[in-house]
Protein backbone atom coordinates (compact mmCIF):
# COMPACT_ATOMS: atom_id res chain seq x y z
CA UNK A 1 0.00 0.00 0.00
CA UNK A 2 3.10 2.41 0.86
CA UNK A 3 4.66 1.55 -2.33
CA UNK A 4 1.60 2.37 -4.34
CA UNK A 5 1.15 5.37 -2.50
CA UNK A 6 4.56 6.70 -3.59
CA UNK A 7 4.10 5.92 -6.97
CA UNK A 8 1.06 7.77 -7.02
CA UNK A 9 2.80 10.69 -5.37
CA UNK A 10 5.79 10.38 -8.12
CA UNK A 11 3.58 10.19 -11.08
CA UNK A 12 2.30 13.42 -9.97
CA UNK A 13 5.37 15.34 -8.73
CA UNK A 14 6.45 14.43 -12.54
CA UNK A 15 3.20 15.47 -13.75
CA UNK A 16 3.81 18.94 -12.36
CA UNK A 17 6.52 19.54 -14.50
CA UNK A 18 5.72 21.58 -17.35
CA UNK A 19 5.78 19.03 -19.76
CA UNK A 20 4.04 20.72 -22.79
CA UNK A 21 6.25 23.94 -22.42
CA UNK A 22 8.40 24.54 -25.48
CA UNK A 23 11.63 23.42 -25.80
CA UNK A 24 14.01 26.41 -26.97
CA UNK A 25 13.93 29.13 -28.27
CA UNK A 26 11.96 30.65 -26.07
CA UNK A 27 9.35 33.68 -27.49
CA UNK A 28 11.49 37.04 -26.57
CA UNK A 29 11.23 40.94 -27.54
CA UNK A 30 13.77 43.47 -27.01
CA UNK A 31 12.42 46.98 -25.84
CA UNK A 32 14.75 49.78 -25.76
CA UNK A 33 13.73 52.94 -24.71
CA UNK A 34 16.00 56.64 -25.22
CA UNK A 35 15.98 59.82 -23.86
CA UNK A 36 16.61 62.66 -26.79
CA UNK A 37 19.28 65.31 -25.86
CA UNK A 38 17.61 67.63 -28.09
CA UNK A 39 13.67 67.29 -26.90
CA UNK A 40 13.04 66.61 -23.24
CA UNK A 41 9.71 64.98 -23.82
CA UNK A 42 10.38 62.88 -26.18
CA UNK A 43 11.55 59.30 -25.96
CA UNK A 44 13.05 57.35 -29.00
CA UNK A 45 11.86 53.52 -28.87
CA UNK A 46 13.02 50.64 -30.62
CA UNK A 47 11.19 47.13 -30.10
CA UNK A 48 12.32 43.98 -31.92
CA UNK A 49 10.25 41.56 -32.35
CA UNK A 50 10.72 37.87 -33.76
CA UNK A 51 8.89 37.54 -37.47
CA UNK A 52 7.93 34.47 -36.17
CA UNK A 53 5.79 35.55 -33.37
CA UNK A 54 4.47 37.71 -35.45
CA UNK A 55 3.43 35.66 -37.93
CA UNK A 56 1.43 33.37 -35.36
CA UNK A 57 0.09 36.17 -33.80
CA UNK A 58 -1.08 38.35 -37.30
CA UNK A 59 0.14 36.15 -39.68
CA UNK A 60 2.29 37.65 -41.98
CA UNK A 61 3.56 34.34 -44.78
CA UNK A 62 1.12 35.28 -47.29
CA UNK A 63 1.75 32.64 -49.85
CA UNK A 64 2.35 30.13 -46.85
CA UNK A 65 5.23 29.14 -48.31
CA UNK A 66 7.22 29.37 -44.82
CA UNK A 67 9.49 32.04 -45.87
CA UNK A 68 8.81 35.08 -44.58
CA UNK A 69 10.34 37.51 -46.80
CA UNK A 70 10.73 41.40 -46.64
CA UNK A 71 7.74 42.26 -49.39
CA UNK A 72 5.43 40.09 -46.75
CA UNK A 73 6.65 41.70 -43.61
CA UNK A 74 6.00 45.42 -45.33
CA UNK A 75 2.77 44.56 -46.57
CA UNK A 76 1.71 43.88 -43.40
CA UNK A 77 3.52 47.22 -41.71
CA UNK A 78 0.52 49.04 -40.31
CA UNK A 79 -0.83 45.76 -39.04
CA UNK A 80 2.73 45.17 -36.89
CA UNK A 81 2.74 48.51 -35.39
CA UNK A 82 -0.97 48.74 -35.02
CA UNK A 83 -0.38 45.03 -32.86
CA UNK A 84 2.57 45.86 -31.28
CA UNK A 85 1.77 49.67 -30.22
CA UNK A 86 -1.82 48.63 -28.61
CA UNK A 87 0.04 46.48 -26.30
CA UNK A 88 2.37 48.91 -24.67
CA UNK A 89 1.83 51.61 -23.10
CA UNK A 90 4.75 54.13 -21.42
CA UNK A 91 3.72 56.79 -18.36
CA UNK A 92 5.73 59.45 -17.53
CA UNK A 93 5.32 60.06 -13.77
CA UNK A 94 1.87 58.46 -14.18
CA UNK A 95 0.73 60.71 -17.27
CA UNK A 96 0.34 58.95 -20.30
CA UNK A 97 2.75 58.84 -22.89
CA UNK A 98 1.22 59.14 -26.90
CA UNK A 99 3.05 56.19 -29.14
CA UNK A 100 3.85 57.10 -32.65
CA UNK A 101 5.71 54.27 -35.29
CA UNK A 102 8.66 56.24 -37.01
CA UNK A 103 10.46 53.50 -38.78
CA UNK A 104 10.41 49.63 -39.30
CA UNK A 105 13.63 47.63 -40.66
CA UNK A 106 14.07 44.00 -40.28
CA UNK A 107 17.49 42.55 -38.17
CA UNK A 108 19.02 39.49 -37.94
CA UNK A 109 19.35 37.74 -34.35
CA UNK A 110 21.31 34.66 -33.35
CA UNK A 111 17.97 32.90 -34.02
CA UNK A 112 16.23 34.48 -36.60
CA UNK A 113 15.03 37.58 -38.12
CA UNK A 114 13.37 40.10 -36.23
CA UNK A 115 10.97 42.92 -36.72
CA UNK A 116 12.37 46.23 -35.67
CA UNK A 117 9.62 48.48 -34.70
CA UNK A 118 10.74 52.26 -34.12
CA UNK A 119 8.61 54.77 -32.38
CA UNK A 120 8.55 58.04 -30.30
CA UNK A 121 6.72 58.49 -27.05
CA UNK A 122 5.84 61.76 -26.59
CA UNK A 123 5.35 62.87 -22.54
CA UNK A 124 3.78 65.90 -21.45
CA UNK A 125 6.58 66.12 -18.91
CA UNK A 126 10.27 66.59 -19.02
CA UNK A 127 12.38 63.62 -18.69
CA UNK A 128 10.18 61.80 -15.93
CA UNK A 129 11.61 60.54 -12.72
CA UNK A 130 9.82 57.35 -12.87
CA UNK A 131 8.68 55.73 -16.59
CA UNK A 132 5.88 53.12 -16.09
CA UNK A 133 5.73 50.34 -19.05
CA UNK A 134 2.66 48.01 -19.36
CA UNK A 135 3.54 45.55 -21.75
CA UNK A 136 0.82 42.93 -22.99
CA UNK A 137 2.56 41.76 -26.02
CA UNK A 138 1.51 37.99 -27.21
CA UNK A 139 -0.23 38.10 -23.13
CA UNK A 140 -3.44 35.94 -25.06
CA UNK A 141 -1.41 33.60 -27.18
CA UNK A 142 1.97 32.63 -25.33
CA UNK A 143 1.87 32.36 -21.64
CA UNK A 144 6.10 31.84 -21.86
CA UNK A 145 6.68 35.16 -23.45
CA UNK A 146 8.97 37.67 -22.30
CA UNK A 147 10.38 41.66 -22.90
CA UNK A 148 13.92 42.52 -22.10
CA UNK A 149 13.24 45.93 -21.41
CA UNK A 150 15.78 48.67 -21.35
CA UNK A 151 15.86 52.35 -20.40
CA UNK A 152 18.53 54.93 -21.26
CA UNK A 153 18.46 58.32 -19.77
CA UNK A 154 21.99 60.07 -20.47
CA UNK A 155 24.60 57.69 -18.46
CA UNK A 156 21.31 56.05 -16.06
CA UNK A 157 20.64 53.01 -17.10
CA UNK A 158 17.45 50.69 -15.47
CA UNK A 159 15.65 47.67 -17.13
CA UNK A 160 13.76 45.12 -16.36
CA UNK A 161 12.01 42.02 -17.76
CA UNK A 162 8.15 41.77 -18.28
CA UNK A 163 5.60 38.75 -19.52
CA UNK A 164 2.10 37.67 -18.67
CA UNK A 165 2.76 37.13 -15.27
CA UNK A 166 4.28 40.19 -14.59
CA UNK A 167 3.02 42.69 -17.36
CA UNK A 168 3.82 45.88 -15.39
CA UNK A 169 6.80 47.91 -14.06
CA UNK A 170 8.16 51.10 -13.02
CA UNK A 171 11.42 51.90 -13.39
CA UNK A 172 13.37 54.82 -11.37
CA UNK A 173 15.22 57.12 -14.15
CA UNK A 174 16.74 59.17 -11.08
CA UNK A 175 18.38 56.10 -9.20
CA UNK A 176 17.70 52.87 -10.47
CA UNK A 177 16.84 49.93 -7.81
CA UNK A 178 19.40 47.22 -8.58
CA UNK A 179 17.86 45.61 -6.37
CA UNK A 180 14.59 45.37 -8.40
CA UNK A 181 16.80 44.70 -11.50
CA UNK A 182 18.48 41.72 -9.72
CA UNK A 183 15.33 40.49 -8.39
CA UNK A 184 13.80 40.87 -12.10
CA UNK A 185 16.19 38.60 -13.77
CA UNK A 186 16.29 36.05 -10.59
CA UNK A 187 12.34 35.23 -11.50
CA UNK A 188 13.71 35.49 -15.46
CA UNK A 189 16.20 32.66 -14.49
CA UNK A 190 13.38 30.22 -12.56
CA UNK A 191 11.00 30.59 -15.39
CA UNK A 192 14.11 29.86 -18.43
CA UNK A 193 14.75 26.72 -16.35
CA UNK A 194 10.89 25.68 -15.44
CA UNK A 195 10.03 26.54 -18.83
CA UNK A 196 12.68 24.89 -20.69
CA UNK A 197 11.90 20.98 -21.09
CA UNK A 198 15.39 19.98 -22.86
CA UNK A 199 16.84 21.35 -19.82
CA UNK A 200 14.76 19.88 -17.82
CA UNK A 201 14.69 16.47 -19.26
CA UNK A 202 19.01 16.65 -19.49
CA UNK A 203 19.08 17.14 -15.38
CA UNK A 204 16.88 14.26 -14.87
CA UNK A 205 18.77 11.95 -17.05
CA UNK A 206 21.71 12.61 -14.79
CA UNK A 207 19.56 12.16 -12.04
CA UNK A 208 17.24 9.00 -12.63
CA UNK A 209 19.98 6.35 -11.88
CA UNK A 210 21.57 8.50 -8.71
CA UNK A 211 19.50 6.46 -6.38
CA UNK A 212 20.69 3.34 -8.17
CA UNK A 213 24.38 1.37 -8.21
CA UNK A 214 25.58 -0.59 -10.96
CA UNK A 215 27.01 -3.76 -10.20
CA UNK A 216 28.21 -6.88 -12.34
CA UNK A 217 25.78 -9.60 -12.21
CA UNK A 218 28.35 -12.43 -12.47
CA UNK A 219 26.34 -15.62 -10.96
CA UNK A 220 23.34 -14.82 -13.86
CA UNK A 221 25.67 -15.23 -16.39
CA UNK A 222 28.03 -18.55 -15.20
CA UNK A 223 24.27 -20.03 -15.02
CA UNK A 224 23.57 -19.27 -18.24
CA UNK A 225 27.33 -20.03 -19.62
CA UNK A 226 26.72 -23.39 -17.20
CA UNK A 227 23.57 -24.34 -19.73
CA UNK A 228 25.29 -23.33 -22.73
CA UNK A 229 28.08 -25.47 -21.97
CA UNK A 230 25.72 -28.57 -21.43
CA UNK A 231 24.50 -27.89 -25.09
CA UNK A 232 27.26 -27.61 -26.70
CA UNK A 233 27.56 -23.48 -26.97
CA UNK A 234 29.90 -22.87 -24.36
CA UNK A 235 32.58 -21.82 -26.79
CA UNK A 236 29.94 -19.05 -28.59
CA UNK A 237 29.32 -17.56 -25.25
CA UNK A 238 32.23 -17.92 -23.24
CA UNK A 239 33.37 -14.40 -25.48
CA UNK A 240 30.57 -12.27 -24.26
CA UNK A 241 30.43 -9.82 -22.08
CA UNK A 242 29.25 -9.93 -18.52
CA UNK A 243 26.06 -8.82 -17.62
CA UNK A 244 25.23 -5.87 -14.81
CA UNK A 245 21.67 -4.69 -13.34
CA UNK A 246 20.62 -1.68 -11.44
CA UNK A 247 20.65 -1.88 -7.48
CA UNK A 248 19.44 0.21 -5.04
CA UNK A 249 21.84 2.48 -3.28
CA UNK A 250 22.78 1.40 -0.01
CA UNK A 251 22.66 4.92 1.88
CA UNK A 252 21.09 8.11 1.11
CA UNK A 253 24.68 10.08 1.77
CA UNK A 254 26.18 8.67 -1.56
CA UNK A 255 23.01 9.38 -3.17
CA UNK A 256 23.76 12.84 -1.83
CA UNK A 257 27.71 13.08 -2.91
CA UNK A 258 26.64 11.94 -6.20
CA UNK A 259 23.90 14.36 -6.97
CA UNK A 260 26.20 17.31 -5.60
CA UNK A 261 28.89 16.32 -8.14
CA UNK A 262 26.09 16.27 -11.06
CA UNK A 263 24.72 19.51 -10.29
CA UNK A 264 28.01 21.65 -9.19
CA UNK A 265 29.55 20.26 -12.25
CA UNK A 266 27.06 21.52 -14.24
CA UNK A 267 26.59 25.01 -12.73
CA UNK A 268 30.18 25.56 -12.77
CA UNK A 269 30.06 24.89 -16.90
CA UNK A 270 27.20 26.16 -17.75
CA UNK A 271 27.65 29.70 -15.69
CA UNK A 272 31.55 29.64 -17.97
CA UNK A 273 29.58 30.32 -21.04
CA UNK A 274 26.56 32.00 -19.74
CA UNK A 275 28.95 34.69 -18.66
CA UNK A 276 31.50 34.73 -21.55
CA UNK A 277 28.14 34.58 -23.80
CA UNK A 278 26.30 37.35 -22.39
CA UNK A 279 29.48 39.43 -22.43
CA UNK A 280 30.00 38.51 -26.30
CA UNK A 281 33.51 36.74 -25.89
CA UNK A 282 31.94 33.93 -26.96
CA UNK A 283 28.71 33.63 -29.92
CA UNK A 284 27.56 30.30 -31.53
CA UNK A 285 24.52 30.43 -34.12
CA UNK A 286 21.35 29.05 -32.32
CA UNK A 287 20.66 26.77 -34.24
CA UNK A 288 24.22 24.63 -33.53
CA UNK A 289 23.56 25.42 -29.75
CA UNK A 290 19.44 24.16 -29.95
CA UNK A 291 21.03 20.93 -31.76
CA UNK A 292 23.95 20.48 -29.51
CA UNK A 293 21.52 20.86 -26.29
CA UNK A 294 19.23 17.97 -27.78
CA UNK A 295 22.13 15.84 -28.37
CA UNK A 296 23.22 16.05 -24.23
CA UNK A 297 19.35 15.02 -23.82
CA UNK A 298 20.29 12.38 -26.18
CA UNK A 299 23.89 10.93 -24.85
CA UNK A 300 22.45 11.93 -21.25
CA UNK A 301 19.41 9.18 -21.77
CA UNK A 302 21.17 6.53 -23.84
CA UNK A 303 24.00 6.35 -20.86
CA UNK A 304 21.21 5.14 -18.69
CA UNK A 305 20.30 2.30 -21.18
CA UNK A 306 23.81 1.39 -22.03
CA UNK A 307 25.91 2.92 -20.06
CA UNK A 308 29.38 4.20 -21.02
CA UNK A 309 30.13 6.47 -17.98
CA UNK A 310 29.32 4.15 -15.07
CA UNK A 311 30.83 5.83 -12.13
CA UNK A 312 30.82 9.83 -13.15
CA UNK A 313 27.85 11.15 -13.86
CA UNK A 314 28.98 14.29 -13.42
CA UNK A 315 31.37 14.61 -16.06
CA UNK A 316 28.33 14.23 -18.76
CA UNK A 317 26.84 17.43 -16.66
CA UNK A 318 30.24 19.33 -16.77
CA UNK A 319 31.09 18.68 -20.65
CA UNK A 320 27.39 19.40 -21.86
CA UNK A 321 26.58 22.43 -19.16
CA UNK A 322 29.10 24.73 -21.59
CA UNK A 323 26.89 24.06 -24.61
CA UNK A 324 23.70 24.68 -22.23
CA UNK A 325 25.36 28.06 -21.01
CA UNK A 326 25.09 29.49 -24.42
CA UNK A 327 21.62 28.02 -24.61
CA UNK A 328 20.73 29.99 -21.42
CA UNK A 329 22.60 33.13 -22.43
CA UNK A 330 19.81 33.40 -25.43
CA UNK A 331 17.44 34.09 -22.73
CA UNK A 332 19.95 37.72 -22.56
CA UNK A 333 20.76 38.56 -26.24
CA UNK A 334 20.16 41.92 -26.49
CA UNK A 335 20.92 43.30 -23.49
CA UNK A 336 23.36 46.59 -23.83
CA UNK A 337 23.91 47.65 -20.41
CA UNK A 338 26.82 49.47 -18.13
CA UNK A 339 28.68 47.00 -16.25
CA UNK A 340 26.58 47.70 -12.78
CA UNK A 341 23.62 46.93 -14.39
CA UNK A 342 24.80 44.16 -16.87
CA UNK A 343 26.44 42.72 -13.30
CA UNK A 344 22.59 42.68 -11.37
CA UNK A 345 21.22 41.32 -14.70
CA UNK A 346 23.88 38.59 -15.07
CA UNK A 347 24.06 37.65 -11.95
CA UNK A 348 20.60 37.66 -10.81
CA UNK A 349 19.77 35.20 -13.87
CA UNK A 350 22.29 33.27 -12.73
CA UNK A 351 21.14 32.65 -9.21
CA UNK A 352 17.33 32.09 -10.68
CA UNK A 353 18.96 29.15 -12.83
CA UNK A 354 20.33 27.85 -9.54
CA UNK A 355 16.61 27.95 -7.74
CA UNK A 356 14.94 26.69 -10.46
CA UNK A 357 17.43 23.58 -11.03
CA UNK A 358 17.75 23.04 -7.34
CA UNK A 359 13.71 22.59 -6.91
CA UNK A 360 13.26 20.24 -9.90
CA UNK A 361 15.99 18.15 -7.59
CA UNK A 362 14.42 18.66 -4.70
CA UNK A 363 10.87 17.65 -6.17
CA UNK A 364 12.63 14.55 -7.33
CA UNK A 365 15.26 13.19 -5.02
CA UNK A 366 13.40 12.44 -2.33
CA UNK A 367 10.83 10.11 -3.85
CA UNK A 368 13.45 8.54 -6.38
CA UNK A 369 15.15 7.48 -2.87
CA UNK A 370 12.14 6.23 -1.39
CA UNK A 371 11.22 3.96 -5.03
CA UNK A 372 14.56 2.75 -5.45
CA UNK A 373 14.34 -0.61 -4.22
CA UNK A 374 10.92 -1.58 -6.36
CA UNK A 375 10.82 -3.03 -10.24
CA UNK A 376 8.47 0.11 -10.80
CA UNK A 377 11.89 2.33 -10.10
CA UNK A 378 13.96 0.41 -12.37
CA UNK A 379 12.07 -0.85 -14.94
CA UNK A 380 9.26 2.01 -15.33
CA UNK A 381 11.08 5.03 -14.34
CA UNK A 382 14.71 4.34 -15.22
CA UNK A 383 14.99 1.85 -18.27
CA UNK A 384 10.94 3.05 -19.82
CA UNK A 385 11.25 6.73 -19.13
CA UNK A 386 14.99 7.06 -20.43
CA UNK A 387 13.32 5.20 -23.78
CA UNK A 388 11.15 8.45 -23.84
CA UNK A 389 13.15 10.73 -23.30
CA UNK A 390 15.72 9.25 -26.16
CA UNK A 391 12.79 9.43 -28.74
CA UNK A 392 11.92 13.04 -27.91
CA UNK A 393 15.84 14.04 -27.62
CA UNK A 394 16.19 12.73 -31.43
CA UNK A 395 13.23 14.13 -33.22
CA UNK A 396 14.53 17.50 -31.34
CA UNK A 397 17.91 16.62 -33.03
CA UNK A 398 16.47 16.18 -35.96
CA UNK A 399 13.88 19.40 -35.65
CA UNK A 400 16.89 21.49 -35.23
CA UNK A 401 20.16 20.02 -37.11
CA UNK A 402 18.41 19.74 -40.07
CA UNK A 403 15.54 22.38 -39.66
CA UNK A 404 12.74 20.13 -40.67
CA UNK A 405 9.27 19.92 -38.73
CA UNK A 406 8.82 16.56 -37.79
CA UNK A 407 4.66 15.72 -38.09
CA UNK A 408 2.35 15.68 -34.82
CA UNK A 409 5.43 16.16 -33.04
CA UNK A 410 5.50 20.44 -32.61
CA UNK A 411 1.76 20.28 -31.04
CA UNK A 412 3.22 18.36 -28.18
CA UNK A 413 6.89 19.91 -28.11
CA UNK A 414 6.95 23.12 -29.03
CA UNK A 415 10.74 24.66 -31.12
Known sequence: M?????????????????????AHKESDA???????????????GQWDIALRDLDYAIGLDGNHDGAITWGEVQAKRTAIESYALQRLAITGDGLTCQLTPTAQLVDEHTDGAYAVLRFDASCDKNIPSTLGVAYHLMADLDPYHRGIVTFH????????????????ATLNLRTPDRWKEFTSFVSDGIWHIWTGLDHILFLLSLLLPAVLVRRRADSGWRRSAMVAEGSGAFMALAGQPPHYRWEAASGLWPVFLDVLKVVSAFTVSHSVTLSLAVLNIVSLPSRLVESGIALSVLVAASNNLYPIVRQRAWLIAFAFGFIHGLGFASALTGLQLPPAAMAASLGGFNVGVEIG??????????????????????????????MLICTVATLWLVQRAFDLAVPGFGALFQN
Open 30 to 44: YLTLRTDPANDHVLH
Open 2 to 22: KASCLRLLFAAVLGLLPLTAG
Open 153 to 168: AGERTAGAVLGPDRPT
Open 357 to 386: QESIVLAFLPLAYLLRRTRFYRIGVLRVGS
